[in-house]
């Protein structure tokens, strides 16, 4: 084996792996790997890739609707009245969300789970090194990696897109960083020091990343 080239070899990449892994794609010259079969992934990743794909069908994350639920009873418990303009602001956005086909952040989260390299244990779930397997995946043009054959074969709804799904992804993240911005006016300070708010900031902070990158 060349020792220059990346080892796209499951069977010497994990070879006490009591089940069948496959190469899936490479990136900066990283292979990643999946199981066979998706449908059988081993408990620890399998929890968290169902909690990701719960979050994808409800088009937000738990973090996300966090904030949406305590910014409702802020609102409700204001003492100087009930705003129900903002009850119809923020219950707007939920509806606008609900139009989502799907949200690429949560997507990212799906893939690095699914997805992992030679220095993982395909059997544990490792939730730093993911959100990094993430930050990489982010940086690819949005196209180019969701409509990679593996990751249609997750989430198949995405090749519907076509030539269209970088514009979606960048109208999607656009809502996203509004709807967040909109939602963290409601809150009070005690609420952005929660660390489900923490992570919505960290969402903000990725803005110029949100961005699909040209080719």
């Given at each position: 084996?060349?020792?220059?080239?990346?080892?796209?070899?499951?069977?010497?990449?994990?070879?006490?792996?009591?089940?069948?892994?496959?190469?899936?794609?490479?990136?900066?010259?990283?292979?990643?790997?999946?199981?066979?079969?998706?449908?059988?992934?081993?408990?620890?990743?399998?929890?968290?890739?169902?909690?990701?794909?719960?979050?994808?069908?409800?088009?937000?994350?738990?973090?996300?609707?966090?904030?949406?639920?305590?910014?409702l009873d802020n609102i409700i418990n204001d003492n100087t009245g009930i705003k129900v303009t903002e009850i119809v602001k923020i219950n707007t956005i939920l509806k606008e969300r609900l139009e989502f086909l799907f949200?690429?952040?949560?997507?990212?989260?799906?893939?690095?789970?699914?997805?992992?390299?030679?220095?993982?244990?395909?059997?544990?779930?490792?939730?730093?090194?993911?959100?990094?397997?993430?930050?990489?995946?982010?940086?690819?043009?949005?196209?180019?990696?969701?409509?990679?054959?593996?990751?249609?074969?997750?989430?198949?709804?995405?090749?519907?897109?076509?030539?269209?799904?970088?514009?979606?992804?960048?109208?999607?993240?656009?809502?996203?960083?509004?709807?967040?911005?909109?939602?963290?006016?409601?809150?009070?300070?005690?609420?952005?020091?929660?660390?489900?708010?923490?992570?919505?900031?960290?969402?903000?902070?990725?803005?110029?990343?949100?961005?699909?990158?040209?080719?």
């Amino acid at each position: 084996m060349n020792p220059n080239k990346p080892n796209r070899d499951p069977k010497s990449a994990f070879p006490n792996a009591r089940d069948r892994i496959v190469f899936a794609f490479e990136l900066e010259g990283i292979p990643y790997f999946q199981f066979d079969d998706i449908n059988s992934i081993p408990c620890e990743r399998g929890f968290h890739a169902l909690s990701f794909f719960n979050e994808l069908n409800q088009r937000c994350t738990r973090d996300y609707l966090m904030a949406h639920s305590t910014a409702l009873d802020n609102i409700i418990n204001d003492n100087t009245g009930i705003k129900v303009t903002e009850i119809v602001k923020i219950n707007t956005i939920l509806k606008e969300r609900l139009e989502f086909l799907f949200e690429p952040e949560i997507a990212y989260k799906i893939c690095s789970v699914v997805f992992f390299d030679a220095s993982e244990n395909p059997y544990r779930f490792e939730y730093k090194h993911a959100l990094e397997k993430a930050d990489r995946f982010r940086k690819e043009n949005m196209a180019d990696f969701f409509l990679r054959q593996p990751i249609v074969k997750l989430i198949p709804y995405i090749a519907s897109f076509g030539n269209d799904l970088a514009e979606y992804c960048s109208v999607v993240n656009a809502m996203t960083t509004k709807h967040i911005e909109i939602i963290s006016t409601m809150l009070s300070e005690a609420d952005r020091k929660k660390e489900w708010f923490k992570s919505l900031e960290l969402l903000l902070s990725r803005d110029s990343t949100l961005t699909p990158s040209k080719t």
